[in-house]
């Protein structure tokens, strides 16, 4: 039985995206590359963030008459954003070890070209069904915010 492939923005967003990434980075060794420096920027940037605010929050505490800071955030607000982070990061380190693993792995040149090959078949394709699929995980994760706490 087919099924409709949701249209709202998020998801057409996503079909773009998905396809865009396989067609750009058609083989093994683009893939590895593309998302070891996806997980590294995303973990780069998280922490860098987490850094400042907590350069913030002990600022705040040597000058405790000065509570109005530069963006007006309160100390709640921080600290919240903080216990958040330090799960992203949590989370980031774990698929980085995971991420070794697969970047530890070769495939020989004639498999690199039936990646292309399967990638010339798959990108333009609107209704692929693992791009479907991979999509039904994406549009949980964000229909549900509730997920997003994991402790
Ligand atoms: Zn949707």
Same mark, same amino acid.
């Given at each position: 039985?087919?099924? !409709?492939?949701?249209?709202?923005?998020?998801c057409?967003?996503?079909?773009?995206?998905?396809?865009?990434?396989?067609?750009?980075?058609?083989?093994?060794?683009?893939?590895? !590359?593309?998302?070891?420096?996806?997980?590294?920027?995303?973990?780069? &940037?998280? #922490?860098?963030? /987490? +850094?400042?605010?907590?350069?913030?929050?002990? !600022?705040?505490?040597?000058?405790? +008459?000065?509570?109005?800071?530069?963006?007006? $955030?309160? =100390? @709640?607000?921080?600290? !919240?954003? &903080?216990?958040?982070? =330090?799960?992203?990061? @949590?989370?980031?380190?774990?698929? =980085?070890?995971l $991420?070794?693993?697969i970047?530890? /792995?070769?495939?020989?040149?004639?498999?690199?070209?039936?990646?292309? =090959?399967? @990638?010339?078949?798959?990108?333009?394709?609107?209704?692929? $069904? +693992?791009?479907?699929? &991979?999509?039904? &995980?994406?549009?949980?994760? #964000? +229909?549900?915010?509730?997920?997003?706490?994991?402790?």
């Open positions: 039985m087919a099924e !409709e492939p949701c249209q709202c923005s998020d057409q967003r996503f079909y773009r995206e998905h396809d865009r990434l396989i067609r750009e980075f058609p083989t093994f060794k683009q893939q590895q !590359e593309l998302n070891w420096a996806s997980i590294q920027s995303f973990r780069t &940037l998280c #922490s860098k963030v /987490t +850094d400042d605010l907590q350069r913030q929050l002990s !600022e705040r505490e040597s000058t405790e +008459d000065n509570i109005l800071d530069e963006k007006h $955030m309160s =100390e @709640a607000e921080i600290n !919240e954003a &903080l216990g958040e982070l =330090e799960n992203v990061n @949590a989370y980031l380190y774990s698929i =980085e070890a $991420m070794e693993r970047f530890d /792995t070769k495939v020989s040149n004639n498999i690199e070209l039936k990646f292309k =090959e399967i @990638a010339k078949e798959l990108a333009p394709d609107p209704l692929n $069904m +693992d791009r479907l699929i &991979l999509n039904r &995980l994406f549009h949980q994760s #964000s +229909d549900f915010p509730d997920k997003k706490k994991f402790n």
